[in-house]
């Protein structure tokens, strides 16, 4: 079965062709950050429009590509939500139209379901059951994961994602936006030690999260840092560091636990988070001690892309399911 996959529920144009028996066979992208980095965050109408403007040439170039023809595609996966209403239409209502005029089903797949299950589409997947850490710029939340569509929620943040603790604390130090990626990039030479912010909720018992406090952390310590005349880079640098070892150590107490509640030893980590390398570096060396294995995607597909929206919708159309000609999203939608 051959399917188109179309994400757009924020600043990722995202369109892909994933076939059940070849496996991913195009995967086109574009990025709208360079858009709304002035902004230092996403504007959803310049986002929506942007939308409308990518979408066609993407599709034409995913054709290309792959070599196939509008004609040999057996289905359509659009991201139906969690996201931005507008943004989420663009590629919804393109989805519709395709489908209409093609003959073929279309099928709304849940934006966090497309993360979770991309790491499937790498050269050794995980296998049945796993427990997955989702952390995207909305969410975070630990899920123990039997089978597609088979997902129980462990427990989730109560307040801010860790993607958007990032985002935060970047914009209060002055960084750009995304800010992950540019926390990331000052950790490396931030000094260990200068600094040391809480570990939220790790000291009771439970899965749930609390980022929110962290930011608030950072910027009364950058405060206290102007206030002392010592507002250089490498005062940034610090305080980028503290922040992503406090924000890595909780995550991967949270981990641990929802290991040993499940007895399950297969980690998956997705979501733009799960593209950080300190992350990644705590939850294998934690996985090493327990005698398991962590699975993330590559860097492009933690991010938004099309891929997973192919792949995740693959397999809810090999299982038959497929949706009515209404053109529905959800801002808000429980996986
Ligand atoms: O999954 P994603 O692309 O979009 C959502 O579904 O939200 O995640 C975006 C989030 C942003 O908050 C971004 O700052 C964060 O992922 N992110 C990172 C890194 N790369 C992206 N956070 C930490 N380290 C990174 N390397
Ligand atoms: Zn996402």
Redesign the pocket.
């Known amino acids: 079965m051959l399917v188109l996959g179309l994400e757009t529920?924020?600043d990722?144009t995202g369109v892909a062709l994933y076939d059940s028996e070849r496996g991913l066979l195009a995967d086109a992208l574009f990025s709208q950050i360079d858009l709304h980095r002035i902004y230092g965050g996403v504007v959803p109408e310049l986002a929506s429009r942007d939308h409308v403007k990518r979408m066609l040439p993407l599709l034409r170039q995913v054709l290309d590509e792959s070599g196939c023809r509008a004609g040999d595609i057996d289905g359509i996966a659009y991201t139906a939500g969690p996201g931005l209403v507008g943004a989420l239409l663009v590629g919804a209502s393109c989805a519709q139209a395709l489908a209409l005029a093609w003959g073929i089903p279309a099928l709304g797949v849940h934006?966090m379901e497309g993360?979770l299950l991309a790491p499937m589409l790498e050269q050794q997947p995980p296998q049945f059951p796993f427990v997955a850490l989702l952390?995207?710029?909305?969410?975070t939340q630990l899920v123990q994961v039997d089978g597609i569509g088979r997902y129980q929620l462990l427990g989730e943040s109560l307040d801010d994602?860790?993607?958007?603790a990032?985002?935060k604390t970047?914009k209060l130090l002055g960084l750009g936006y995304?800010?992950?990626?540019e926390?990331?990039r000052l950790a490396q030479d931030g000094r260990p030690g200068r600094f040391v912010f809480p570990r939220p909720m790790t000291d009771r018992p439970g899965l749930a999260f609390s980022f929110s406090g962290l930011k608030t952390f950072a910027l009364n310590t950058w405060q206290h840092c102007q206030a002392g005349g010592d507002d250089g880079e490498q005062s940034r640098r610090d305080i980028a560091l503290a922040f992503q070892q406090a924000v890595v150590e909780t995550l991967t107490i949270k981990c641990r636990r929802a290991l040993k509640q499940t007895g399950l030893k297969r980690l998956v980590i997705a979501?733009?988070?799960s593209?950080?390398?300190a992350?990644r570096s705590a939850l294998e060396q934690m996985l090493g001690e327990l005698d398991g294995q962590v699975f993330y995607a590559r860097p492009r597909f933690?991010?938004?892309n099309g891929a997973m929206i192919a792949y995740a919708g693959c397999q809810r159309l090999l299982a038959g399911q497929q949706d009515g000609p209404a053109i529905q999203v959800h801002a808000r939608w429980p996986m």
């Open positions: 529920s924020c990722e934006h993360h952390v995207s710029g909305g969410h994602a860790a993607g958007e990032f985002d970047a995304p800010g992950g990626p926390i990331a979501g733009g988070v593209a950080n390398q992350l933690c991010t938004d």
